[in-house]
């Protein structure tokens, strides 16, 4: 619990600096991937539906800091391998904090990186016992983004999100609003 506190703290402290800049990028995806869980009493593999939102400060045309929460939910095949497995995850979410960098193709085109860090925050029940486990693991996402005049953006990109007790494969589909 303390290591989620002050990195929650930090990363309002790093963008509460951030924010009376006009260089501000809030946004959302949501996409659909396979999910490893390595967890104390069992192992639990599937698919998963990952909702992620943030706030980006671009320190320059290029680069940028981001902060963002990403939650997920079990999908079909999920389900399915949940009635096959001794462990059922129940929840997944947590924040991360990310360095983003972004490489033109053309005016509104960019490709675009995000690495950093990120809380894996895991609710599970194995047999009919609720446990719960955290760590700190890496994320690494890539993708397409469009931005339009008026500061409207779409992307799609892939994600992977790893540590010890969890490994994440997504494609997503956002938006976000610059401004």
Do not use: C
Request: aromatic share 14%.
């Amino acid at each position: 619990m303390r290591l989620k506190t002050v990195f929650i703290l930090l990363s309002l402290t790093l963008l509460s600096q951030a924010a009376v800049a006009n260089d501000n990028i809030i946004g959302g995806s949501i996409g659909y991937g396979a999910q490893n869980f390595n967890l104390k009493y069992d192992a639990n593999d599937g698919d998963t539906v990952p909702f992620d939102v943030y706030y980006r400060h671009m320190l320059s045309d290029y680069m940028g800091v981001e902060a963002g929460y990403t939650r997920s939910s079990d999908g079909i095949l999920s389900d399915f391998a949940s009635m096959l497995s001794t462990a059922y995850v129940s929840s997944y979410g947590g924040p991360r904090l990310s360095l983003y960098g972004q490489y033109p193709l053309s005016h509104g085109n960019a490709l675009y990186a995000k690495v950093g860090v990120a809380y894996h925050d895991v609710a599970y029940t194995v047999k009919d016992v609720k446990h719960h486990e955290s760590k700190v693991g890496g994320d690494l996402q890539v993708g397409w983004e469009k931005r339009f005049h008026n500061g409207m953006g779409i992307n799609v990109g892939y994600q992977f999100a790893h540590s010890s007790i969890l490994t994440m494969n997504n494609l997503y589909v956002g938006t976000s609003y610059r401004f």
